[in-house]
């Protein structure tokens, strides 16, 4: 299997320039992909009890803990791109009182007629977010990642969900 680095290199010349052409209006910016929807499915076990496989992905993927994991790295005021599969209206809006944002949605004359299919959105969001000068990715694939959840992109256990910070610190002892 290859590797998402090597994606860009695969992208079609038009899904180029749409990133291209977003990368230009958006100027000097950061990203964050924030892989919420499909990850977030729970179930419960033989107890009753709900499980889930990113057992931090929920609390670390909401608002209020996306600025407290990014604010060192990305300074108040700075655009910031968000590429996500999240689809609550306004989920992000909190991140508003610190930085400029942008999304898909804010390029649809360069993206309507280029996407026919969510695949060739991701590649042009890939694209867009690689271009930023500091891009958060949701799981870690490298050493050197930054990410916003620690839990691991590939997890066979399902766990009870954490929303508190308290577990984090506690962790960290």
Do not use: C
């Amino acid at each position: 299997m290859l590797p998402y680095s090597f994606l860009p290199n695969m992208a079609a010349a038009n899904l180029r320039n749409a990133a291209e052409k977003i990368k230009a209006q958006l100027g000097d910016y950061d990203a964050i992909h924030v892989r919420r929807g499909d990850k977030l499915k729970t179930r419960k076990d033989r107890f009753g009890v709900e499980r889930i496989q990113f057992p931090h992905l929920d609390r670390d993927t909401r608002p209020e803990f996306i600025l407290h994991r990014i604010e060192k790295l990305i300074p108040p005021g700075r655009t910031l791109y968000i590429g996500s599969n999240e689809r609550t209206p306004g989920f992000f809006s909190p991140l508003a009182v610190r930085y400029k944002l942008a999304y898909s949605s804010n390029f649809s004359e360069i993206l309507d007629p280029t996407i026919k299919n969510n695949y060739q959105l991701f590649m042009v969001e890939r694209l867009v977010m690689m271009g930023a000068r500091t891009y958060f990715k949701t799981f870690r694939e490298y050493e050197t990642d930054l990410t916003l959840t620690d839990d691991p992109k590939k997890n066979k256990n399902w766990e009870i969900p954490v929303y508190t910070m308290d577990e984090r610190k506690e962790a960290a002892s």
